[in-house]
């Protein structure tokens, strides 16, 4: 494989895409601490601005989730189910942490599965209140407040104003990029295919 200085563009986003940890090994390897989340109702902006690297867990569909039956039903979400399952696998031994969110019942009840089974060093869970109010928002922010106070002690680096809104920044503008790749493929034919 050529090193990352040497390939660019799609070539360089393909070879990612085929080991998406792969980056994140490496970032590991020079002292970085890795943090593993499923939704972004526990935001990656937040994870990125304590000095971590945020991990997208995805599973993976091609491999069978054959240990999981013992924890879980087997009529749970079968991505749910398929990520905990490499866990278990310790496919995800390498993350220093996890964070998940009440982003659905399975999700909830796979976060006490991961930290009892698993136990990464660090874990937290942030609770999403599914109703739009006033209380409702409040509620929301004070669960940030203390997601943000947790990753701050266990990286040992302070959330600053600054460093939070360069985290927003970089990834509002990582979504509006993906955001154009998509309207590229909506031509026809597409500009780039999927």
């Known amino acids: ?3 990352a200085t040497s390939t660019r563009g799609l070539e360089r986003a393909k070879e990612l895409s085929q080991d998406r940890s792969q980056r994140c090994k490496e970032l590991k390897q020079t002292g970085h601490k890795i943090i593993g989340y499923m939704c ?3 935001p990656p902006e937040i994870i990125e601005a304590a000095g971590a ?3 997208r867990i995805c599973g993976d569909p091609a491999t069978p989730a054959l240990k999981v039956d013992q924890y879980m039903e087997s009529n749970t979400c079968p991505w749910v189910r398929n990520c905990f399952n490499m866990a278990l696998e ?3 031994g390498w993350l220093d942490g996890l964070t998940l969110a009440h982003s659905c019942d399975a999700v909830q009840m796979v976060y006490g599965l991961w930290k009892y089974y698993a136990s ?3 874990t937290h869970y942030v609770n999403v209140a599914h109703t739009l109010t006033p209380a409702t928002r409040l509620f929301y922010k004070e669960e940030l407040v203390l997601f943000q ?4 002690r266990f990286t040992g680096n302070e959330v600053t104003p600054a460093k939070l809104q360069q985290a927003i920044d970089a ?3 990582m979504r509006a990029l993906v955001r154009g790749l998509y309207q590229s493929r ?3 034919p597409p500009v780039i295919s999927g």
């Open 1 to 3: 494989m050529k090193s």
């Open 40 to 42: 972004p109702f526990a």
């Open 53 to 55: 690297v945020p991990y």
């Open 90 to 92: 310790g496919r995800y």
């Open 120 to 122: 990464p060093a660090f």
């Open 149 to 152: 106070d947790a990753l701050q």
């Open 171 to 173: 990834y509002d503008e």
């Open 186 to 188: 909506k031509s026809k």
